[in-house]
C-alpha cells in the first residue's frame, strides 16, 4: 500500500466466476488540508534543510522528524466537510463537470448515438436537480480510454504518439468480453459443447485470431478543481487524477490498480494547482455478497447442469471405443527429429523411412517415409553445430502373428532409418550420416541421441571429390545400416560380416518418439491389475496365458514338493523311534 514517504502502489489480481455486472466498488474520497495547514511534499523537505542550517548561535535546531503516526495524526485532525462516497458498478457511467457542460449541450442530427445516451442521461440529472461530484468515471466507450491505455506506449514521453499497428492490436485486444455459444442446432446453444466450429463467421475469426485475452478497461477519475460548480466557465482547467484503473479479461480475471486498501492507510493524491491541497481516499469491495441459501440453490443448479452436459458429452461420445480385434497389436508412434550437430557440411537435411519385419501391417494410405527441410547450423556452444529441424512424423502400425508361431515367438519391432544429406549453394549433394532405431517394444516416451556413420571410400580422391565437386560413396540399399534385407531372405547365411566395409564418424541425431500400444489382452492384464508388465511379453493370448499357467503350476509342484519332504521327514523320525 501506498504511505506518506513513498508512493508505492500496487495491483490486486482477482478471479471470479460470477458476471462482472454484479461487481461493485466502493470510493471515498475526503480533502485533508490546504496549504496554509500543512505544506506539500516539497515544502517540507526544504523546511527540513532549512532547520539543518539555521539554529540559535550557530548550532543546529535538535527536532526530531516527525513519524508517520504524527504524520497520520495531524491528517486526522485537519480533516474537514469534503467528504465524498460512491458505489460504482462495472463500466456505470458518472460524469465530470466538463462531461456535464460538454454532452449537457443539445445534439444535433449528426452526433453518436453515445451522445445522445449522455444527453439523456444528463437530462435527467438536470431534471432530478442532481450535479456532478468531484469523482467520476472513463467507461470503453469514452475516447479516454484510448488516450491514456498505456499498453501501446513504449516510452514514457507525453509527445509520443501510438503507430497504427499498435492501435489497432489494441483495438483486436479490446473487444467486448462475452462468451462464446457454439450452435449445437437451430433451436438451442449448449456451451463448450461443439468445440469446432464448422462455419464460423468473419466476426468469430477476428475475435479468435489474437492469442491475448480480450479485455474491457474502466478509469475511477477525481476532479480536484477548487470548484466543482457548473456555473463557472468550461473553459477552466480541470485537475483530474485517476483513482484507480480496472481490467476485466474475458477468462473471469479482474485486475485493479491500485488494490484495495479496506483497513489500511489511505492513498494521496497532491493536486497540481497553486494551493496544493492533499486529498486521500478508500477502495471497497461493495459488491452484495450472496446469502447461504441462494448459495446452496446455485450449487444444486451448478450440479444438475454438470450432470446434464455428463450424459450429452456421453451420449455424443458412447460406450464404444475402437478397439483391435483380439490377438491384434496396434502400435502408435508419434515421433519427432529434433536437430543434428557435428556434420561435416551445413544446410542439411534428414530422409528417414519405416521398415517393417514379418507380421506387421499398415493402412494403405500410410506414409512411410518423408524428408525434413533444409536447415543452417547456429553455434550454441563453443564445439558443437547444431541444426534443429523440428520435424514431426507419426506411424499407425497392426501386428498380427502367425498361427504357427503364435506360442513361440514374441514380435520383431520395426526399425525406422534415417539418411542425413547436406545441399550447397551450387546444388551439391553430399551423404553426411545414416543411422536408424529399433521402435521400443515398451509404451513411453523416448529421447535418443543417435551416432550417425558415413561410407569412406578407398582413397584420398574420393574425400577430394566430396569436398570439391559433390557426391560421395552411398548405400544401394538402406537397411545395411542395420541388418541387410538380402541377409534375412538367405536362410543358409548365419554370419554377418562387414570385414573391410570402412566408414567415418561423423555427427549425432536427436530424436523423440512416444509410443503407444492397444490390444484386447492389455486391457483384460490391467482390469486385473498384475504387477508385471505385459508390454515385454505381449504378442498374443495364448503366450501370456501358457507362461502363466507354467508360473502357477511350478509354484503348486514346489509347494506340493516341500509338503512331501516334510512328511518324509516326520515318519523317519518316528520310525527312529
Known sequence: MSNFDDNDIHCGIYRTNDPISNFKIRVKLE??????????????????????????????????????????????????????????????????RSEFEKYGRNVGPHSTAIKQKYFDAIQKMKADSKQPGRIFTYIESDPYGYERHLDYFITDSPNEQPSRLALGIDNVR???????????????????????????????????????????????????????????????????HVLCRID????????????????KLAYLVETGKIDRAFYQYYLEHASISITNDYLIKERRLMNEICTRQQIYLSNIVGNEFDIPPPTVLKLNVFGEIISGKNFDFDNTYVYYCLDLTNNWYVESSTILSGYTHTASATTSSKYDDIVYYSHP??????????RVSADHELPRMPKIYFQIS????????????????????SPGFYNEHLSCW?????????????????????????????????????????????????????????????????????????????????????????????????????????????EVREKTRQNFQMETL
Open 31 to 96: 480533502r485533508l488540508t490546504s496549504n496554509s495547514l500543512l505544506p506539500s511534499l516539497e515544502r517540507l523537505k526544504i523546511r527540513e534543510d532549512l532547520s539543518r542550517l539555521l539554529g540559535n548561535d550557530g548550532q543546529p535546531i535538535e527536532k526530531p522528524k516527525a513519524s508517520r503516526t504524527e504524520i497520520a495524526q495531524v491528517f486526522d485532525e485537519t480533516k474537514n466537510s469534503e467528504y465524498e462516497e460512491v458505489v460504482i458498478g462495472w463500466q456505470q457511467k458518472l460524469f465530470s
Open 174 to 240: 479490446k473487444r467486448h468480453v462475452v462468451q462464446t455459444n457454439f450452435k449445437q442446432s437451430n433451436k438451442q446453444y449448449l456451451q463448450k459443447t461443439n468445440l469446432i466450429n464448422q462455419k464460423p463467421t468473419f466476426d468469430i475469426i477476428r475475435t479468435n485470431h489474437f492469442t491475448s485475452v480480450s479485455y474491457q478497461t474502466m478509469y475511477l477519475m477525481a476532479d480536484l478543481s477548487q470548484t466543482i460548480n457548473t456555473t463557472t466557465d468550461i473553459s477552466q482547467s480541470t485537475d483530474e
Open 248 to 263: 476485466v479479461y474475458s477468462n473471469g480475471t479482474i485486475i485493479l490498480e491500485p488494490d484495495f486498501n479496506n483497513g
Open 393 to 402: 512424423f507419426e506411424f499407425e502400425l497392426w501386428y498380427k502373428p502367425p
Open 422 to 441: 547436406s545441399l550447397d549453394s551450387w546444388g551439391r549433394h553430399r551423404i553426411e550420416g545414416y543411422t536408424y532405431i529399433d521402435i521400443p517394444s
Open 454 to 562: 558415413r561410407p569412406r571410400g578407398n582413397s584420398i580422391y574420393d574425400e577430394l571429390r566430396r569436398f570439391y565437386i559433390g557426391g560421395s560413396p552411398e548405400l544401394e540399399d538402406i537397411s545395411y545400416v542395420a541388418i541387410p534385407k538380402l541377409f534375412e531372405s538367405e536362410p543358409n547365411n548365419t554370419l554377418l560380416s562387414r570385414f573391410g566395409f570402412r566408414t567415418v564418424s561423423t555427427g549425432e541425431l536427436n530424436i523423440r518418439l512416444n509410443v503407444v500400444f492397444q490390444s484386447q489382452s492389455l486391457a483384460k492384464e490391467h482390469t486385473k491389475q498384475r504387477s508385471t508388465h505385459t508390454v515385454s511379453r505381449h504378442g498374443f493370448d495364448a503366450f501370456m496365458s501358457n507362461i502363466n499357467d507354467t508360473l502357477y503350476e511350478y509354484d503348486q509342484a514346489k509347494k506340493r514338493a516341500l
